[in-house]
């Protein structure tokens, strides 16, 4: 069912980026999305950024849907449907590195407050550095990169990544950001020989496993993903490669 | 012998279930999936002669009792089709689904997928949520036999139509199909319906209206089976909310000779080979030898 949700707090996390509390009593797991409709606009694949007692999505402002939505205030509805996906599963990892690049950060969130791993942020400035104070109340490790050096470590956070894994030993990377960090994420852990879980992103319709829209080598992003794991990302040739369009034409990335 | 084997004329299916229509059957690499995961065929995606990008979000409801949906035939072209066409074909039977806006569209559509190698073609004379397409074209006897005759004059592998069931004459199409030469009936697409919010104060489908797929749906669509059984001599191919393998056999035993399966696929990929597997454990109980055994066995 469609359910529309009052949102009940907003918090600014950057200069374009929002995060909207609301109430929404279905159960939720680290890395799950929900389809948020925006009425008169568009409906969109969120990531949760909390998944316990009241949940968030946390908005960067790119697109109309995501214009929209930063515009809302407390006291405003939106439509929720979900939660879809697999989300991660860390049961059996010891030592995680949780490594997020843009607001990719904010689907990690749940994951950071459940285990309290050692974190990166990677951002592309000083200014697009999102939830770092709230992740250093639950990781004692939090690195920062960024692109032009403004802050913390000066370059990308696979960069950063592969550097703190040759310090300390991790037996599971965990990541969410751009489709090329990620790409690049996989190549760097399958170098090391090291497991990594992945959240990918697609256009998306249904949600829920039926249309295909958002299919990566016939596996569906919102079904059988958004997280992969080491094994299955290696199957997906069109990672990094090849998106699909609404029309479900092939367009090269 | 293999059991679970059947036919729609001339078409051989060694298992009787099929992925319906815009189910996982957009790209080759979904084709081939299901194909490996139990299906008999694999119905494309509806395409048409251009790219369409579809209905804007939200194109999907979610209820207890099945969907509801609005996506509006998106889908690449049939050109660009092609080259989802290439591996698929190669993987097992695949059955082009087409739509279009005129007699002579659909038969340069289903040329071109049999130059693709399809086994057959599916024409989509009911899509319930594209404007002048589907059950707009595909509610009027007349307008549906001259489809189907420009098709079977253009190509030679067999010519399947997919009904609505948003009509009080299903079987009059049903035989408008048959006398113009069609190789089999598939019934039935999703009901026309509708979702407000009351939230929102507005339709909750950027397309206002959409289609009702699911468990919902399913005793309408044997009924039209059973109803088309009586009326029709062609094969049918039953469709409508099957999520098991009783499900199925309802159909087959209303009339079906093989079935497809859409959305119960959302929450189990793997429903097809659960279906299998049931069908071939009731067979043994019931003692049906084959499939063929079983349909129409619900008619006296």
Redesign the interface.
Known sequence: ??N?VKITSVKRESHDTRTFRFTFDKDAKAGQFV?V?V??I???PMSLSSVRGKKSITVKAIGDATNAINKLEKGN?I?I?GPYGNGFSVEKSKNILIVGGGVGVAALMPLVRMTGSDTIIGARNKAEIIMKSDIERYSENVWVSTDDGSYGFKGNAVDLMKKKMKEKEYDLIVACGPEIMLYYVHKACTDASVDCQLSLERFM?????????C??????IC??GPVFNSEEITELKELGRFK???????VKL | MNALATHIGNLRLERPGMVASGIMDETGGSMIRMLSLGAGAVVTKSIGSVTKEGHINPTFIEYPFGYLNAMGLPNPGIDEFADEMKDAVKAGVIIGSVFASSPKEFAELAVKMETYKASAVELNLSCPHAKGYGIEMGTDPDLVFKIVSAVKNAVKIPVHAKLTPNTHIITDIGKAVQDAGGDAVVAINTLKAMSISPEFARPVLSNKFGGLSGPALRPVGVRAIYDLRNALEIPLIGVGGIYDHRDAIEYIMAGADAFQVGSAIGKDINVLKKINAGLENFMKEFGYSSIEKMVGAAHE
């Open positions: 069912m469609n529309v389809m409709w009425p008169g568009d409906e969109i509805y439509g449907r319709k249904c949600g829920a496993g039926l249309c295909g829209s299919v990566m080598d016939g596996m569906r079904e059988d699909r369009s609404p029309s479900g034409k092939k």
